[in-house]
């Protein structure tokens, strides 16, 4: 049974930065893509970032290009994003997911999800 466990969130003020973290219990964890979303309160999921499984390759939403970063540690079995230069818009609930795809920035085909982890930006 593969869970997902995120951490790092919080309140910050805008212009502010958080680390959010991922760890997995997945035994094929270093093999796949995994992947940061979010959901804001009354919209949909939306794609943040992507990582390949060697990390060698990232991915990011148009909204957060420059300010976010995503890594990947293989043999801690964690993913991070590093959220820099934060705005109210921000603001959401943002979950790590895993997907048994090479790569993929459509959350459809990520079928492990995390519980989700709150980011509130004031202004």
């Known amino acids: 049974h593969v869970q997902l466990v995120e951490s790092g969130g919080g309140l910050v003020q805008a212009g502010g930065s958080l680390r959010l973290s991922c760890t997995a219990s997945?035994?094929?964890?270093?093999?796949?893509?995994k992947g940061w979303f979010r959901q804001a309160p009354g919209k949909e999921r939306e794609f943040v970032a992507a990582i390949s499984w060697n990390g060698g390759n990232t991915y990011y939403a148009d909204s957060v290009k420059g300010r976010f970063a995503i890594s990947r540690d293989n043999a801690k079995n964690t993913v991070s994003l590093q959220l820099n230069s934060l705005t109210p818009d921000d603001t959401a609930v943002y979950y790590c997911a895993s997907t048994t795809t090479l790569w993929s920035t459509d959350p459809s085909t990520y079928e492990y999800w995390g519980q989700g982890t709150q980011v509130t930006v004031s202004s």
């Open positions: 997945e035994p094929t964890f270093s093999r796949y893509c």
